[in-house]
């Protein structure tokens, strides 16, 4: 029996490991394969290779994947109808400032606004304002959407 023990064990160790699962079904043996793992958290690049589980979104003006909460200004909602956990972002080139980026909640999208006067930049949906410290973005209908403080 000593002998056989390893080989006992083993056995055991070696049926454990295996993932199928055999059911009976009426004289004959079906094996079925083991479900699929779950996604490996931080497997989630996208097409330029910005891993949304780290908090990176592409960005079109930068050409390169940024942090919007680091590389952006926050605007909090101000509008009732928004919701309001979600900020939008404001996110300028260093060279710049002829176009400006906007991350907007639910827009799947960057915005690119084109400068059109003095500390103000739009494009058919959305209008950002710079006034002393403060950007704020209205829609097209001039209701006023998203507003933050920029920070020196």
Request: glycine fraction near 4%; proline fraction near 5%; aromatic fraction near 8%.
């Amino acid at each position: 029996m000593k002998k056989y023990f390893p080989v006992l064990i083993l056995t055991y160790l070696i049926m454990a490991c295996n993932t199928n699962t055999t059911t009976q079904q009426g004289d004959s043996l079906k094996v079925e394969p083991a479900q699929t793992p779950p996604p490996m958290v931080g497997n989630d690049a996208d097409e330029h290779g910005c891993k949304a589980s780290a908090g990176y979104r592409w960005s079109v003006l930068r050409n390169e994947c940024i942090r919007i909460f680091e590389a952006g200004v926050r605007l909090d909602p101000v509008a009732k109808d928004l919701e309001q956990s979600l900020s939008a972002f404001v996110v300028k080139t260093d060279s710049s400032d002829q176009e400006i980026e906007l991350f907007v909640p639910y827009d799947e999208q960057t915005i690119i606004v084109k400068k059109e006067a003095t500390d103000k930049w739009k494009n058919d949906k959305y209008v950002l304002t710079k006034a002393k410290d403060t950007y704020s973005i209205e829609d097209a209908n001039k209701k006023l959407l998203y507003k933050g403080m920029i920070e020196n």
